[in-house]
């Protein structure tokens, strides 16, 4: 697992963290919330993981959720969060560090729809910190989907 250095290159994320993402990879699959990991393209050369998300823990009006990690030797992150609805709708929102045009470097995409965007601060971007931002986000949408029903 490679720590964020101090100053990384302004304009590339760099390659992929594969430890990094067999650390999380170990935490997502380990997770209650979690039916099933796979790597992108493989195991051997990962630079995708995805996290499927047991359906059984939404309400029916969501068909399937799912997790997508990219991390890279810079300390940059992408984590994708997406629900996928039975009227063909999306849920998503995305917690980004890389760079970009848009906004400083460590920023959100909200929810619906991940367009709108805003800077972000974190505790830590140590990625199991991160990693448990993320799930406990994931846990209190849940929690609004029940109480919405």
């Not at 992929?16 to 039916?35: G, N």
């Not at 959720?65 to 994708?80: E, K, M, P, Q, Y």
């Not at 991160?130 to 799930?135: E, F, G, I, K, P």
Request: hydrophobic share 30%; with cysteine.
């Amino acid at each position: 697992m490679s720590q964020p250095p101090k100053d990384p290159a302004p304009h590339s994320t760099g390659p992929p963290d594969r430890q990094t993402l067999r650390l999380l990879e170990r935490h997502l699959s380990s997770d209650s919330l979690v039916a099933e990991t796979a790597f992108d393209p493989d195991s051997y050369e990962p630079r995708l993981l995805r996290g499927l998300l047991d359906a059984g823990r939404y309400p029916d009006t969501v068909t399937a959720a799912r997790l997508d990690i990219r991390w890279f030797t810079t300390g940059d992150f992408s984590v994708h969060y997406v629900e996928e609805h039975e009227d063909g709708e999306r849920w998503e929102c995305r917690w980004d560090r890389h760079p970009n045009t848009h906004n400083t470097r460590l920023h959100f995409h909200k929810p619906p729809t991940a367009t709108e965007i805003t800077d972000l601060e974190l505790p830590s971007l140590h990625p199991l910190e991160v990693y448990s931002t993320v799930l406990t986000a994931i846990e209190q949408r849940i929690e609004t989907l029940w109480s919405s029903q």
